[in-house]
């Protein structure tokens, strides 16, 4: 490397921190006049501000009518039970075999 390519490398460096210098003054003046970060941070990212309303259950009710009309069956299949035959020993022998 020449002489000039070092120089330039130099003055990169030093305006780099020269800007970074700025920054952080200009930052520290902007933050003093009233611009700040939001000073309504929530407590717990878990906790949320807005307070639920309680849910009142009334047990005088009792639906009686339901309309199931509009329905549509789709698992004919629900519920059932399907055994298998083979149990771990078989399971463990096929290993064994295939293991050689």
């Keep these: 490397m020449n002489s000039i390519h ?3 490398i130099l003055i990169l460096v030093i305006l780099n921190i020269f800007s970074f210098v700025l920054g952080c003054l200009v930052g520290k003046l902007l933050l003093v006049n009233g611009v700040s ?3 309504n941070k929530p407590k717990s ?3 949320s501000e ?3 309303e309680k849910v009142n259950i009334d047990e005088k009710i009792h639906i009686t009518n ?3 009309d509009g329905m549509v069956k789709k698992y004919d299949s629900l519920g059932e ?3 298998s035959e083979e149990n ?3 399971s463990i022998e096929k290993l064994k075999k295939m293991k050689g």
Excluded: G
């Design 81 to 83: 039970v399907k055994t």
């Design 50 to 52: 807005q307070k639920s």
């Design 37 to 39: 970060m939001i000073s």
């Design 88 to 90: 771990i020993n078989n």
């Design 6 to 8: 070092i120089i330039f």
């Design 45 to 47: 990212f878990f906790q």
């Design 66 to 68: 339901i309309k199931t």
